[in-house]
């Protein structure tokens, strides 16, 4: 069988783990799960690696980082805003991306090359319900794969700076956008 190349296919573990979570929070419904539909106890196949941001306006606040993330960030970063944690650029870039996932119901998957390391992160993230039912949390998983085994057997490379789109529910592809 041919997979098209936008099919939401993760390479790291951590990410086909997030991914089948997801699927299971949306089988048969209709609807994006609400936060509190999210139970630690089930996470524990990925609790390292998880992230929850909360968007206010145009910017996200850190609500939950794994172990695993907030070592590769080397700083507290739990309850602070992208503003102070990253380049206004960047900030800003990033807190795009999410807030299309958001707006759109899509599910988010990227890669990008870690500066200054040998390592590729993975990113799959999905949008989650406020308690009015509105979207306001983007739940995601950062994997971080070495280059040389994230390529193994891979035909092709890595789309670094590339993040695809997918229907939330559905999971068909929506589009992309790229780094410029």
Not at 13 to 41: A, C, H, M, Q, V
Request: charged residues 25%; glycine residues 10%.
């Amino acid at each position: 069988m041919h997979v098209p190349s936008e099919a939401l296919t993760p390479l790291g573990d951590t990410s086909k783990s997030f991914l089948t979570y997801w699927r299971g929070l949306t089988e048969g419904g209709n609807s994006l799960p609400n936060r509190r539909d999210i139970r630690p106890e089930e996470l524990l196949g990925f609790i390292d690696h998880i992230w929850l941001y909360h968007r206010d306006g145009h910017d996200f606040r850190c609500v939950i980082m794994g172990n695993h993330v907030q070592e590769r960030w080397g700083r507290p970063v739990i309850g602070k805003w992208f503003r102070e944690l990253l380049p206004e650029e960047y900030a800003a870039r990033l807190a795009g991306r999410l807030m299309e996932a958001l707006e759109n119901r899509f599910v988010g998957h990227g890669y990008n090359d870690l500066s200054k390391s040998d390592i590729y992160a993975e990113r799959v993230y999905a949008p989650l319900l406020d308690e009015a039912g509105n979207p306001a949390f983007i739940l995601g998983v950062s994997s971080y794969l070495e280059r040389t085994a994230a390529l193994k057997g891979r035909t092709g490379t890595i789309p670094l700076g590339k993040t695809n789109f997918y229907d939330a529910l559905t999971l068909e592809y929506s589009g992309s956008v790229t780094d410029d």
